[in-house]
C-alpha cells in the first residue's frame, strides 16, 4: 500500500504488504530528519534518521528517502507486521539548534 | 540508545493546582532539553528549550509564567504547570540532546499523561 498525497493522515495495509508513508517538511535548512513511531499512549520512538547530504538510508526493514529538491520524506517499511501499527511521525530538525519540527503523522493501520 | 526517564507518566489534578513533571537523562548529560505538548490526534508541539543553567526559550504562544521550566542540573529539567486548568489536559513530553554536542539526535521520554478535572 502506498499513501497518495503528502498529509495523508491514514494508511492500512494488509500483513506481509510493504508500507510507505510520505512526509512533506518546510525549512530548506533543515539538516537531520528522523522518522519516529508513536504507540497509543507512548513517547515516540526513534526509527530510522537521515542527513541532509544523502538520499537514501537503510535499516532493518525500514528505507527512508529523502528529496530535497521537493522537500519529501517517505519511510518505506517491508514486511509490514501487526507491531507495527502506531502514528508515525517525520521530524526535521537543524543540527545546530537540536530541536525538532514535527510533521502531522500518518496513521498506520496492518489488517492480519 | 540513551534512555531519557519522565516522571511521574500520568497524573490527575484538580483545576487551580500546579503539577510539576520531571524530565531525566539517565546515561548522559543533557545541556539541552525540549518540552513538547501533544492533544489528541495531534502532532507534537514544541513549547520550549530548556538550557542548563539558563533562562528557558519559549514557542511564540506559550506562556512562561504558565509553564514554568527549571533546568537546574545537566541531567534533571522540570516542567511545572501552574494554576492548571482543564484545557491544559494533554501529552506532556520531553526530549533530551547529549551535550557532546551538534550532530547528535534528541531522546525521548515517555511522556506524562496531565488530566485537570
Known amino acids: 500500500g502506498e499513501s497518495v498525497g503528502l498529509h495523508l493522515p491514514t494508511l492500512s495495509v494488509q500483513e506481509g504488504d510493504n508500507s510507505i508513508i510520505n512526509c512533506a517538511y518546510s525549512n530548506s535548512a533543515s539538516d537531520y530528519f528522523i522518522w519516529y513511531k508513536q504507540e497509543s499512549g507512548k513517547g515516540p520512538q526513534f526509527i530510522i534518521d537521515?542527513?541532509?547530504?544523502?538520499d537514501k538510508r537503510q535499516g532493518q526493514r525500514v528505507t527512508v528517502l529523502l528529496n530535497k529538491t521537493v522537500k519529501h520524506l517517505s519511510l518505506q517499511i517491508a514486511a509490514t507486521q501487526p507491531g507495527d501499527s502506531a502514528v508515525y511521525f517525520c521530524?526535521?530538525?537543524?543540527?545546530?539548534?537540536?530541536?525538532?519540527?514535527f510533521g502531522d503523522g500518518t496513521t498506520l493501520t496492518v489488517k492480519p | 540508545g540513551a534512555v531519557v526517564s519522565q516522571h511521574p507518566s500520568r497524573v490527575i489534578c484538580k483545576s487551580g493546582t500546579s503539577v510539576k513533571i520531571e524530565c531525566r537523562s539517565l546515561?548522559?548529560?543533557?545541556?539541552?532539553m525540549f518540552w513538547y505538548r501533544q492533544f489528541p490526534k495531534q502532532s507534537l508541539m514544541l513549547m520550549a528549550t530548556?538550557?542548563?543553567?539558563?533562562?528557558?526559550?519559549?514557542e511564540q504562544g506559550v506562556e512562561k509564567d504558565k509553564f514554568l521550566i527549571n533546568h537546574a542540573s545537566l541531567t534533571l529539567s522540570t516542567l511545572t504547570v501552574t494554576s492548571a486548568h482543564p484545557e491544559d489536559s494533554s501529552f506532556y513530553i520531553c526530549?533530551?540532546?547529549?551535550?557532546?554536542?551538534?550532530?547528535?539526535?534528541?531522546?525521548f521520554g515517555q511522556g506524562t499523561r496531565l488530566t485537570v478535572v
Open positions: 537521515i542527513r541532509s547530504n544523502m
Open positions: 521530524a526535521e530538525t537543524t543540527l545546530n539548534a537540536g530541536k525538532s519540527t
Open positions: 530548556s538550557n542548563e543553567g539558563s533562562k528557558a526559550t519559549y
Open positions: 526530549s533530551a540532546r547529549d551535550r557532546r554536542g551538534a550532530g547528535t539526535e534528541a531522546f
Open positions: 546515561d548522559f548529560q543533557a545541556t539541552t
